[in-house]
């Protein structure tokens, strides 16, 4: 899948949480992105998705670090940890 606009947009860490069936420590690296395509190719760790309007959030079941993620999103520009990602950028 071709993307662009990608925006650095978070960087949380997760140490043995409750909120997960495993006890990890997971660090998450999220980034936002654009494409022009609508087709979802999930790999073996996901079983679904869904397209929903960024407002409509909180009808989800969401574990907290996503929960924290998309409400970071929904800040936009005022996100102070959003960052432009230089991509397929060569020197």
């Known amino acids: 899948m071709d993307v662009y606009d990608v925006k650095l947009i ?19 690296i999220d980034f936002v992105c654009r494409t022009d395509k609508t087709e979802v190719v999930l790999n073996r760790e996901h079983q679904e998705y869904v ?3 960024i407002d409509k959030i909180e009808t989800l079941m969401l574990e907290p670090f996503t929960r924290k993620l998309l409400n970071e999103y929904k800040t936009g520009k005022r996100s ?10 060569y020197l």
């Not at 959003?82 to 950028?89: E, G, H, P, Q």
């Open 80 to 89: 102070k940890y959003l960052k432009d990602v230089l991509y397929n950028y």
């Open 10 to 28: 978070g960087l949380q860490q997760c140490t043995y949480s409750n909120d997960f069936h495993e006890k990890r420590h997971f660090i998450f």
């Open 51 to 53: 397209w929903i309007e």
